[in-house]
């Protein structure tokens, strides 16, 4: 069973791509990916795979913050609360 996407996982690439392995995911993002989830990697063959599926993508997003000039901390958006009509009034 192989876990590898056929389109590769282009990390910080865009807001909307996720990988998937069982119950866990990585979810893009252009300024943070998100990990979600679970995975069970067994003693055998077939954890051994889900492994080295697992570290490609974690190299990807590694290759990829060590190829740019990072800043110390991503800003961080607060959007302003705003008010809408209530529906059920």
Do not use: W
């Amino acid at each position: 069973m192989s876990h590898t996407p056929k389109i590769p996982f282009r990390p910080f690439a865009d807001e909307v791509s996720v990988q998937t392995f069982g119950d866990f995911s990585f979810e893009n993002g252009t300024t943070r990916i998100a990990l979600h989830g679970s995975v069970d990697v067994t003693r055998d063959r077939a954890g051994l795979e889900r492994a080295r599926a697992l570290r490609q993508v974690l190299d990807a997003i590694v290759r990829q913050l060590e190829a740019e000039d990072l800043p110390q901390a991503v800003a961080e958006t607060v959007q302003a609360p705003t008010i809408v009509k209530n529906p059920f009034a």
